[in-house]
């Protein structure tokens, strides 16, 4: 029986029929969580539900506005054309896998009682170089679904692990025979990878049939790629490539990435 004390305040449910739900925590270079922050913005989503957890961090995190509250996921929703969307997001994750487990079940109780059908995480692909044409990979409970991944411009992962929230809620999903999809962005994973998250929002579009505008997106993802290029001159500057680390996945069938 766990121990995790977790709180889901609802201030009003959507009037949603069939949503689908799209998730971005904080992980890895930021990729998914940058993701599912910018469709809100763009999507002028409505928040309806936090959830507090015994397992996120011990801290509270301080808004713009100088307010505080404590570390907690959010959910909000919006209609664009004819899909209908729920967003997760937040602070951060859960610190432990006990933590990740029962917020998962919270998270999948609610899709079954918001009736959604079909849930995407986002997350990263890490590979330790950086690079400026970032790779989507994909996983699914269905492989109907990965059939269709070419179409998207997605390639399908066929071996490792997914860490963290991104992996568990798909997981979870399989067991609730909500179908579930993950797509990783490509990243290093030493930097806010605006570029991997607009790779990922590319073909979540794509997928979903709608037209966003990348714009602002765009410009961060220039951002990032001069942030890479000053890492590289100081790398360079010295001499070798000491400042920068490069990590080599192996052929380890059970190589993790942390989402």
Request: proline share 4%.
């Amino acid at each position: 029986m766990s121990d995790e004390k977790i709180s889901v305040e609802i201030s009003e449910l959507p009037n949603l029929s069939n949503p689908q739900l799209i998730c971005g925590l904080p992980g890895s270079g930021y990729v998914g969580k940058l993701a599912v922050d910018y469709l809100i913005d763009k999507l002028q989503a409505k928040q309806f539900a936090n959830i507090y957890s015994s397992s996120f961090p011990p801290q509270v995190s301080i808004r713009e506005d100088g307010t505080l509250d404590l570390v907690k996921n959010t959910l909000y929703s919006a209609k664009i054309n004819s899909q209908e969307l729920i967003f997760l997001t937040g602070d951060a994750q859960p610190v432990s896998a006990q933590g990740e487990y029962a917020l998962t079940d919270e998270i999948i109780n609610l899709c079954k009682k918001l009736n959604v059908k079909k849930i995407f995480t986002l997350a990263a692909y890490i590979t330790g170089k950086f690079s400026k044409s970032p790779k989507v990979y994909g996983t699914s409970t269905s492989s109907d679904i990965i059939k269709q991944f070419s179409e998207y411009d997605v390639s399908t992962m066929n071996r490792g692990n997914i860490t963290g929230m991104n992996g568990v809620i798909i997981g979870i999903a399989k067991r609730s025979s909500i179908p579930g999809i993950c797509l990783l962005g490509e990243t290093s994973g030493y930097v806010i990878d605006a570029n991997a998250s607009k790779a990922v929002l590319e073909s979540l579009s794509k997928i979903l049939n709608i037209t966003i505008d990348m714009s602002e997106l765009e410009q961060r993802a220039k951002d990032t790629e001069e942030i890479i290029k000053t890492l590289q001159a100081q790398a360079a500057s010295k001499g070798s490539q000491e400042q920068i680390p490069q990590f080599r996945p192996s052929d380890d069938k059970s190589l993790g990435y942390i989402s």
